[in-house]
């Protein structure tokens, strides 16, 4: 059975960098693409950043353009999220998914991706 989990969430100060994993199991990393979606609380779950399966073009929401990178290592079945100058508002609970779908719609198409994490939480203190 498919997995993805996350780590690398926590407690953070404004203006500090963390860096998400997500490690997929029983899973050929390379036949999906994968992302991260956030969900602050009281909101919905929210697209944040995508990477297409050999990793050479990525998506970014616009809250997070310029300081959050997104990679991955097919070889390892690993995502990252790499997050820079974070504020209180990048507190969420952050998801990994993966899909065979492009890269460049998963933020529109959340709905429907095949496999999910059960995401890590990440707070951001002023």
């Known amino acids: 059975q498919v997995q993805l989990v996350e780590s690398g969430g926590g407690l953070v100060q404004a203006g500090d960098s963390l860096r998400l994993s997500c490690a997929a199991s029983a899973l050929t990393a390379s036949s999906y693409a994968m992302g991260w979606f956030r969900q602050a609380p009281g909101n919905h779950r929210v697209f944040v950043a995508a990477?297409?399966?050999?990793?050479?073009?990525?998506y970014y929401a616009d809250p997070v353009m310029g300081r959050f990178t997104i990679t991955r290592i097919n070889d390892n079945n690993t995502m990252y999220l790499q997050m820079n100058s974070l504020k209180p508002a990048d507190t969420a609970v952050y998801c990994c998914?993966?899909?065979?779908?492009?890269?460049?719609?998963?933020?529109?198409?959340?709905?429907?991706?095949?496999?999910w994490g059960q995401g890590t939480m990440v707070t951001v203190s002023s």
């Open positions: 990477i297409t399966l050999n990793g050479k073009s990525t």
């Open positions: 998914a993966a899909d065979r779908s492009s890269a460049q719609v998963m933020g529109a198409r959340s709905r429907y991706l095949e496999v």
